[in-house]
């Protein structure tokens, strides 16, 4: 199995001097995560997700003194990216991908994209079929935050992590899960596609024998319980992969929370499936 037996075509393209918002906007209205950029009819560069959600930082000075329609998509994309050829190997371009975390590659013949190969078709090919392990023996230690994180804290975990997290009350119980999805298409809600403020009202650490009292007022972009998505599509660690494969698919997710009597107790992701394929 190869390139061309997975890829998606027709491919959406940019140009790099079109502004972000249309391409966050072509994400959106045809739910996929990455374009190709195009020059003269040559690949210049590929924006995703990724790249625009991880700017989406408060303090990050591109956002604040910008709003994205004004914003050139040649300012965020990855310049010369990675591409592979339709007789390309599935395990080749899964190594690739976890290799050099990248989550889509175009396919180019004679010059020419003719499809892209993303995760998600990996998911769908024949050899995710093949896998026999158990959600347990495969997923990952979850990331915590708390539904009161700034998105400026939440960006920047993500980027140092580069993993999704999960939100959690104060309880520890399951409150939701942000992914780079979320960050990329979290809606704006005035015209000028500025990020909005709030106020959020701090408290006192509680001293000993006494009662809690307001402490100061401070302003956020927005606080995870925002835009985080729930509920939270979860699994049980016993359960077969393919099962997990089956419910991503199903979902149109790419991660699950592992539950085992009401505890978390860690995650599985499309990346950890992808690794079982390259071995």
């Known amino acids: 199995m190869n390139a061309a037996n997975v890829m998606s075509a027709p491919v959406y393209v940019v140009g790099p001097a079109e502004n972000v918002a249309r391409a966050r906007n072509l994400m959106l209205k045809h739910r996929i995560s990455r374009l190709p950029v195009i020059e003269d009819g040559k690949l210049v560069g590929i924006i ?46 899964a190594s690739l991908m976890i290799n050099f975390d990248i989550s889509g590659v175009p396919v180019m013949e004679n ?13 769908r090919s024949s050899l995710i079929g093949k896998i026999v392990t158990r959600v347990g023996d495969v997923m990952e230690d979850v990331i915590t935050i708390s539904r009161y994180h700034s998105l ?28 780079q999805s979320n960050l990329a298409f979290f809606l704006y809600v005035n015209e000028k596609m500025e990020l909005p403020v709030k106020g959020i009202t701090m ?45 991503m698919r199903e979902k149109h997710i790419n991660s699950l929370v592992v539950m085992h009597d009401d505890d978390i107790r860690g995650i599985i992701k499309r990346d950890d499936i992808i690794r079982e394929v390259i071995k």
Do not use: C
């Open 152 to 179: 400026t804290h939440i960006v920047d975990l993500m980027r140092e992590r580069n993993d999704t997290v999960v939100v959690v009350n104060n309880d520890g119980t399951l409150a939701g899960i942000i992914t």
């Open 203 to 247: 408290l006192r650490k509680e001293a000993h024998g006494g009662r809690k009292s307001l402490r100061y007022v401070v302003e956020t972009a927005a606080i995870a319980e925002d835009f985080m998505s729930r509920p939270v599509i979860t699994i049980t660690p016993d359960v077969p992969v393919s099962d997990a494969v089956a419910l």
């Open 111 to 123: 010059g020419n994209i003719i499809g892209i190969v993303t995760k998600s078709d990996l998911m």
């Open 48 to 93: 995703t997700k990724k790249d625009i959600g991880y700017r989406m930082r408060q303090t990050e000075p591109i956002w604040r003194r910008r709003p994205i329609d004004t914003i050139p998509i040649s300012v965020l994309m990855t310049p010369d990216p990675a591409t592979v050829a339709p007789d390309t190997g599935i395990r080749a371009i």
